[in-house]
């Protein structure tokens, strides 16, 4: 166990000094803050004069018990920790212990390790509260951005650095991490900024029609064509185009994008003659374009001239504490929509939501925070509360008595649950086509 980065006060209370000298010096190497007292009237005045963060106390005291200071903790103190030690342990002493609001039961001797992670579990739990409940303030978000954990830090720098240039921008990252976002940001922090940004979702534009929608069209191009038509790129003249899902592109069609790349000029449907246009392009992919590239499904030269600079998104499960930050920011958004309270989730429920696996990041996240505000007007959200896949199953969980097929059904089911019925991205997060998905889905009740 490493050192922790952050210098939390813990104040140990013992009538014992050797304890009291082991666990200060043990702690303290850990770079807490740690101070103590030999009987609780000591502790009782540290507590008055500063703030604590973890108590860890004895039980057998002489004058006033333990117990009675966990109590007074727990009445008088909403933002401290409590962790009891002794060295008469029973069973009576440690169910009283925990249910006047101790956190943990150490019994003497316990060794370094034990102390530590109790030590660690404690302060977790108190960190969780914190930026779960309230006290925490909702960092500053300049690119309306929410997250604070160090890779949306580095995402932060890299929109800052990627901003003060004109160089063509690749944004990877899993489906539902918020590469629009970035895109965005990298586009209204730039000199551009008072220009058009115009988005593009390739894969939602058949083949055919891409070109004519990416440049345009003269009248009589093709049959419809009654009219003459600017497409993205002129539209965007002067700003940015985002170039969403650029991998659904043919191999055509990127000859095409490779051009304007590198001529800064479009040719519209049905047209000989080229168009200057002063455009910045930012494109996105949710797969690994470099692999597509060897399989001779993308252009290598089209994939370097995109790839100046990469912002590389972390999915929500690696993000640590934004996933509370998030649910805090949808809960409070939700809640004003629905002109409801906003409810408060349990330690168990927030628990279970930070450690989740989100296939669907963010967009996941946001729509169950959604449909649990609709679904339940209780003050306090608890695991029944959570969508089953989240919950514990004696059968389920154990790994016993399922078949492939269960099991299969399942995370389909969880995964459409996550990207809110879209099949594409399912798709492509389950890693098969959406002819496949489509057959799995006749196969599972009320899926399709």
Avoid at 155 to 184: H, M, N, P, Q, Y
Avoid at 231 to 247: K, N, V
Avoid at 250 to 256: E, F, H, N, P
Wanted: proline residues 5%; contains cysteine.
């Amino acid at each position: 166990m490493g050192k922790s980065d952050r210098k939390e006060n813990i104040l140990v209370v013992d009538d014992a000094p050797d304890t009291l000298e082991v666990v200060q010096r043990n702690l303290s190497g850990k770079g807490y803050r740690v101070f103590t007292a030999s009987d609780v009237p000591s502790a009782l005045k540290l507590l008055d004069t500063m703030p604590v963060d973890l108590v860890i106390t004895d039980l057998k005291m002489p004058r006033i018990s333990g117990l009675d200071l966990i109590k007074h903790v727990r009445e008088n103190m909403k933002d401290t920790e409590v962790i009891v030690i002794t060295g008469y342990p029973s069973i009576e002493g440690a169910v009283e212990a925990v249910k006047t609001g101790a956190e943990e039961y150490l019994t003497k001797p316990f060794t370094d390790s034990e102390l530590f992670i109790a030590v660690q579990d404690a302060l977790d739990k108190l960190h969780l509260k914190r930026t779960a409940g309230g006290r925490m303030k909702l960092p500053a978000a300049p690119y309306d951005i929410i997250g604070d954990s160090k890779p949306m830090r580095k995402i932060f720098d890299a929109i800052e650095k990627a901003a003060s240039t004109s160089a063509t921008v690749l944004i990877t990252g899993e489906s539902g991490t918020g590469k629009e976002l970035v895109a965005r940001a990298v586009h209204y922090n730039s000199s551009r900024a008072a220009a058009p940004f115009v988005p593009v979702n390739c894969g939602g534009i058949p083949e055919n029609l891409l070109e004519s929608e990416l440049f345009g069209h003269v009248k009589g191009a093709f049959t419809g064509a009654v009219d003459s038509r600017a497409g993205f790129f002129q539209t965007a003249d002067g700003g940015t185009i985002f170039l969403d899902e650029i991998s659904n592109t043919g191999l055509s069609m990127q000859a095409k994008l490779l051009r304007v790349l590198e001529d800064k000029e479009v040719c519209m449907v049905g047209s000989s003659r080229p168009r200057k246009v002063n455009v910045r392009i930012l494109a996105a992919t949710n797969k690994d374009l470099m692999n597509l590239v060897g399989k001779g499904l993308f252009r290598e030269d089209l994939f370097y001239r995109l790839n100046v600079i990469r912002i590389g998104l972390p999915p929500l499960r690696d993000r640590g504490d934004d996933i509370l930050l998030l649910m805090r920011y949808f809960t409070e958004k939700f809640a004003g929509e629905l002109g409801k309270p906003a409810p408060k989730f349990s330690d168990d429920a927030l628990r279970t939501l930070k450690n989740s696996y989100w296939p669907g990041n963010v967009r996941e996240l946001e729509n169950l925070i959604y449909n649990l505000l609709i679904m339940n007007d209780e003050p306090v959200l608890d695991m029944p509360d959570l969508p089953s896949g989240m919950r514990f199953s004696a059968l389920r969980d154990t790994g016993l008595y399922r078949t492939l097929e269960e099991v299969e059904t399942e995370y389909i089911r969880n995964v459409l649950a996550g990207v809110d019925g879209n099949k594409t991205k399912a798709a492509e997060i389950l890693g098969i086509d959406r002819k496949t998905l489509r057959e799995k889905m006749k196969k599972i009740p009320d899926a399709s």
